[in-house]
């Protein structure tokens, strides 16, 4: 289980590129986020969900914890767990020989991601929450709606810990076609308010993909546009992001090269087929046969 503390400055805003688009999506969540109510970013690969999820929680000005779904993660690894195992090695400092060696099991009451942030009011991230069981994530339903985490019953002097009123919840959540996704319980998805993600507008691709590469606005924006045109001729929407964008750029600009498919455009041409074949490898067998064709009259313009 991958667990990660950030401070509530922990997240470089300074990388985090806004546009018009940007701050329309994150002033709404932020609204919602601040009266209480948990927002879901959710939507295909490289919509930009971990990072607004990220930079959302970075604004709300409370301790930031960030958690990944996964298979894994078990209600033990979310509320807490007992642990503990002691090994005690007694030497007699004047005859060596002699050892002893205590052993002695005990059990020390850990608290888990989930317990931790709302007992003291973090900023949990849930990134990807519906990769893990469904069974364990119903552990947040009391949280979102009661504001009470019930804790295990063998927990004697306690059954259950009081949210503190500074918790907040960001989700982020993958189509359920993904592989490794679960559907998420409606129950769940009710107590959030979701905000569909869907691949951002050229403007802001581009400003991501020269900020993230190096790469100047205009030959960002050369490459974005080739992106975008594959991505709308194959009808691959949801393998082909600015991702892919963002790859090719810091490759042409790594490599020294022009984004430029004229006068030498050969090794260009390739970053681009190579970069674009490997995103939709999971593509049905049609759609990347459409895809070689379009990737060959694209670098042939
Ligand atoms: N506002 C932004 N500023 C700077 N970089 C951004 C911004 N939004 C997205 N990116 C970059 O775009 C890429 C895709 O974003 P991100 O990883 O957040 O997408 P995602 O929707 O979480 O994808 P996945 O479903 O695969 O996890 C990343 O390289 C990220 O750094
Ligand atoms: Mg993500």
Known sequence: MKVEQLSPRGFNEQEFIKTPYIDDITERALTYIKAGFPVNFSGPAGTGKTTLALYLASKIGRPVVLLHGSSEINSSNLIGGN??????????????????????????????????????????????????????????????????????????????????????????????????????????????????????????EIAITSAKSGLSEDEAAFIVDLVRNFRKKCGLESNVSVRSSIRIAAIIHSAGEKACLKNNGEFFGKIITDVLFSEIRDAEPEKRQLAVKIIKEIIAQ
Not at 84 to 97: A, E, F, M, Q, V
Not at 182 to 201: C, F, K, P, S, W
């Open 83 to 204: 642990y503990g195992y002691r090994r005690k090695y007694k030497l007699d400092n004047y005859i060596h020989s002699v050892q002893e060696v205590e052993e002695s099991l005990y059990y020390q009451w850990v608290e888990g991601i989930l317990g931790n942030a709302c007992r003291n009011g973090m900023v949990l991230v849930y990134d990807e929450f519906t990769r893990s069981r469904p069974e364990v994530n119903n552990l947040l339903l009391s949280v979102l709606e009661e504001k009470i985490l019930s804790l295990p019953g063998w927990q004697k002097e306690k059954h259950y810990l009081r949210v503190h009123p500074d918790f907040r919840a960001v989700f982020t959540s993958n189509p359920e076609e993904y592989a490794g996704v679960h559907r998420a319980q409606v129950a769940l998805i009710d107590r959030m308010i979701n905000l569909e993600m869907g691949q951002y507008d050229r403007h802001t």
